[in-house]
């Protein structure tokens, strides 16, 4: 069964502090993966995609990696800050092209306080 | 940011009426969702169109219904509301010529109470 886990549930650290958020999937075959961040009452809005052959691809504070053999992602937030705050959503497509489909993973709910 | 909006944001209303929430988008994006969030669990599809004309049902049963008449407009109707539709909608958009990262770029939700 095709499924995106991600961990912890939620998340809560002190502003300037450095955080990793994860993101194991079964989906097979694997496309890309994408980290979206979601502001409360918000909707999502993306941060990395990333594709098979891809390790590591950073944008601001925000790195993100993948190791495609063991199925893992990561996130890492660098000097977090309190705009920080929201839900970070995993989502992993199953083919090459916008018609693949999507797994969305529940989401870690980072709070940031000062 | 992306151009897709969606009205209402919020909207309270009683058993048995009728809604209509509007998405549109100005990208020329073929592909247009409805998605329904609720809070602590993964987005689950429930409407999808590749194109004018073309609808289909996603992933989660879903009463509501859907058209695509434009290329930018993709409203989502429920005929009878009730408390079990409580939800937030989201609508999104992805594609466009050559594209085939399938990012979905997301309007800003519309949350439903049905009382």
């Known amino acids: 069964k095709n499924q995106v886990e991600q961990s912890p549930q939620s998340l809560i650290i002190l502003e300037g502090k450095n955080c990793t958020l994860q993101c194991n999937y079964t989906v097979s075959p694997f496309s890309n993966l994408r980290w979206y961040k979601q502001d409360t009452g918000r909707g999502p809005v993306s941060l990395t995609i990333?594709?098979?052959?891809?390790n590591t691809k950073s944008n601001g504070r925000y790195t993100a990696t993948l190791d495609a053999d063991t199925k893992q992602s990561s996130l890492h937030i660098t000097a977090s800050q309190l705009s920080d705050s929201a839900s970070y959503i995993c989502v992993v497509s199953d083919r090459g092209s916008t018609l693949g489909r999507l797994y969305f993973g529940r989401g870690t709910q980072l709070t940031v306080w000062p | 940011e992306a151009d897709i909006y969606q009205t209402p944001r919020y909207l309270v209303i009683g058993t048995g009426k009728k809604i209509t929430l509007e998405c549109s988008q100005t990208?020329?994006?073929?592909?247009m969702y409805w998605y329904q969030q609720d809070p602590g669990m993964e987005l689950h599809l429930i409407h999808y169109s590749y194109g004018v004309n073309s609808t289909e049902k996603g992933d989660l049963s879903s009463e509501s219904t859907v058209s695509r008449i434009r290329t930018e407009h993709f409203p989502l109707t429920l005929e009878s509301a009730r408390p079990s539709h409580t939800s937030q909608y989201l609508c999104?958009?992805?594609?466009?010529?050559?594209?085939?990262?399938?990012?979905?770029?997301f309007g800003e939700g519309s949350r439903l109470t049905v009382l």
């Open positions: 990333m594709t098979f052959s891809e």
């Open positions: 990208m020329g994006h073929d592909k």
């Open positions: 999104a958009s992805s594609g466009g010529q050559g594209s085939n990262t399938g990012e979905l770029f």
